[in-house]
């Protein structure tokens, strides 16, 4: 498991490009039109699809949290099919929240320190290190069950193989 809110994987597929994106488009609804209503429920994700790229988030109702954005390249591959490259990340409001909630515990961490050197060592001045820990430590698993199920889901739908 890695320690950063960020990944990068390439794939292969047996789809051309313009088939991988088409069945890409297929299971995307436009971000505009999720809260209107419409009746959308074979469709996973949220986002735009372009000519060879797209930018996609994990619709609610799939997602265990909506914290995830993935960005994908899509390019040829001389013997046919296609390849694939998806840089899975936070969105940017759950990134800001996890550096302002790391910034507060580790500024209070840093003043109970220097004030430790003054008045000595108590316990409650681990609480903070562990609210450090725990923020961190909930966002990245928060993160990596994303990517998980937004992995299975494009694997499956778009034929996906990784690339070695």
Do not use: C
Not at 54 to 74: D, E
Not at 118 to 139: L, R
């Amino acid at each position: 498991m890695r320690f950063l809110p960020w990944f990068t994987e390439e794939f292969r597929s047996s789809l051309l490009p313009f088939e991988l994106l088409q069945q890409l488009q297929s299971n995307v609804i436009l971000p505009q039109a999720v809260g209107l209503g419409v009746l959308n429920s074979y469709r996973n994700f949220k986002g735009t699809v372009a000519v060879n790229s797209f930018t996609i988030q994990l619709l609610a109702s799939v997602a265990k949290t909506p914290k995830l954005v993935l960005a994908g390249s899509v390019r040829n591959v001389a013997n046919g099919g296609s390849f694939l490259r998806l840089r899975y990340r936070l969105t940017w409001d759950s990134l800001f929240f996890l550096l302002f909630w790391e910034g507060v515990t580790g500024i209070i961490i840093v003043l109970d320190l220097r004030n430790s050197f003054h008045t000595g060592y108590t316990a409650d001045m681990v609480v903070p290190v562990v609210f450090f820990i725990f923020g961190f430590g909930f966002m990245l698993l928060l993160f990596w069950l994303e990517v998980h199920t937004a992995r299975q889901l494009l694997v499956k739908l778009l034929k996906l193989e990784p690339a070695h």
